[in-house]
């Protein structure tokens, strides 16, 4: 008998272990709490050469602009699939970049190891074949480009700070550079200048008064080689991590209308070998902690720059190339989309993942271009979630994480439901709270079918780099087409159900939303 009851209770325990929790989530369509740029999903290509290598290992291979297969069919197709992606052309060692093009360089040399040099190296070259074959590319795919260009030509270190860089930054390579592109008729969509040279910066720092005045010079350069207003590139920094003092002065310095884009960096995730990495990134409570840096961006933007927008101009989660056997798979997805979904209530326009190609926090596979699991959650994110944001509540359990934006196409709603328990599911219900200053009023859905995509790992292993929607694996087709991603449906009177350590978007066509008409 006591067999028997220890094995009933045994079964007890596991059958309430399956049960899914009742969730209410109340979605505000009267008004919208932000906007996005059309273009909000980014992916960067990087300059690191092969030798780049932390913690023992060399995890770039060759992914770096200048060695990388432009021609891989998998790369073009999966920057074709988005129609169209921004894709951000910069990183650490931009500011010892030279390009080969005019008269203001003599010597153009490749990128070597050097001890004394930044990030480790000395300065490489970018030669305009390499440039004419990456915007190749960029047509071909019908990439958005932004271009971050070499802030410390120029400069000088300062003998009492090591990190400082004086002096104005000369701007002739890069006015040959943009001429080289004007009549190649290359689109550039915007221009940033340096990489985490504000606040105290990372390897070398420009003072906000100085980084002010070169920002000016870059505008009116812009202006100068693209008088058409209608197709002049924005211009955009600083690039770096947030620093409120600094980033006031920078922005009372430069002025009105000069910055288009504020760029900040984020790394919230610590170092790529820290063995707490994947812990940090199915804690809510942890993730929580960077919403501080977005809400100050946002109001910096307000208060200081309102002719500007907040945009994450880098964002890798963990620093040093990624976690080696995390940030490529299916669990690295709470971070990226949560930080999607984060950052777009902030009022933030832009969000460009660290990287699209190399090193281990890659959107597609550093060696088989095949994309990972965060390359498929990007993609929906970009034809699903529209620029409007929603306000969304619940107040269920924090590891399940909810976002709410106007449909990308119309009409209704599209949501974002990240569940990163490994216990339990929910099951969903949306109220549609039309009630500005009121209790939740909660309306029927209409007739039209819900459309859902289910996001869940292979064999249930979230650190796999294999991810099925709606139970089938997503693989490529035998042409190496990115495959078709399509919903299941619904009946929109019942919940939404929400399994454990997964992810799930949804299309709601008959919420009444008023900010998405």
Not at 66 to 84: G, H, T, V
Not at 303 to 320: H, K, L, R
Request: proline residues 4%; charged residues 20%.
């Amino acid at each position: 008998m006591k067999i028997k009851a220890v094995s009933f209770l045994l079964l007890l325990t596991l059958f309430s272990l399956c049960l899914a929790e009742d969730l209410k989530v109340a979605v505000q369509g009267v008004t919208s709490i932000g906007t996005t740029d059309d273009n909000f999903v980014c992916a960067t290509l990087d300059w690191w050469p092969v030798n780049k290598c932390d913690y023992d290992q060399c995890p770039w291979g060759k992914a770096g602009i200048l060695n990388l297969d432009l021609k891989n069919k998998i790369l073009s197709n999966a920057i074709k699939a988005f129609n169209s992606l921004r894709i951000r052309v910069g990183g650490s060692l931009q500011d010892q970049v030279l390009y080969k093009v005019g008269n203001s360089i003599k010597k153009c040399p490749h990128f070597k190891l050097r001890k004394d040099g930044l990030f480790g190296f000395s300065h490489g070259c970018l030669f305009m074949d390499r440039w004419n074959e990456l915007n190749q590319l960029f047509k071909q795919t019908g990439a958005v480009v932004t271009f971050a260009l070499n802030a410390l030509i120029g400069r000088h270190k300062s003998k009492t700070d090591k990190v400082l860089w004086e002096g104005d930054w000369h701007s002739e390579n890069a006015r040959d550079l943009m001429k080289y592109t004007i009549t190649k008729g290359y689109n550039i969509e915007s221009y940033e200048l340096g990489n985490e040279l504000c606040g105290s910066g990372v390897s070398a720092r420009v003072a906000a008064e100085q980084y002010a005045k070169d920002i000016v010079v870059l505008k009116n350069l812009v202006k100068e080689l693209y008088p058409n207003a209608t197709t002049q590139p924005k211009v955009l920094g600083p690039a770096g991590f947030y620093d409120k003092k600094w980033f006031q002065i920078f922005l009372e310095q430069s002025g009105q209308d000069v910055v288009d884009g504020l760029t900040h960096h984020i790394y919230n995730l610590g170092a790529g070998n820290d063995p707490a990495l994947i812990t940090r990134i199915q804690d809510p409570f942890y993730l929580n902690q960077i919403a501080q840096t977005y809400k100050d961006m946002e109001m910096t933007v307000k208060e200081f720059g309102p002719w500007s927008g907040a945009w994450v101009g880098e964002a890798g989660g963990a620093y040093n190339s990624g976690g080696k056997t995390v940030s490529h798979t299916f669990v690295n997805g709470f971070w990226y989309l949560d930080q999607l979904g984060m950052t777009s209530t902030f009022n933030h326009k832009v969000f460009c993942r660290q990287a699209l190609i190399g090193g281990n926090y890659a959107l597609l596979n550093t060696t088989t271009f095949i994309p990972n699991p965060d390359y498929y959650g990007a993609l929906l994110w970009h034809r699903l979630m529209g620029k409007n944001v929603l306000s969304v509540k619940h107040s269920g359990s924090p590891y399940l994480r909810v976002y709410s934006h106007c449909a990308r196409d119309k009409p209704g709603i599209s949501m974002l439901l990240i569940n990163m328990s490994n216990k339990t599911s929910f099951d969903v219900s949306v109220i549609n709270d039309e009630n500005l200053y009121g209790e939740f009023v909660a309306k029927e859905d209409g007739g039209k079918m819900r459309e859902e995509y289910h996001l869940t790992p292979k064999d249930g292993n979230i650190q796999s780099d294999e991810i099925l929607l709606n139970g089938t694996p997503l693989k490529l087709t035998n042409s190496s087409d990115i495959p078709p991603m399509n919903p299941k449906l619904f009946n929109p009177s019942s919940p939404i159900s929400v399994a454990a350590d997964s992810i799930v978007f949804v299309t709601l066509r008959d919420f009444d939303a008023p900010a998405c008409a």
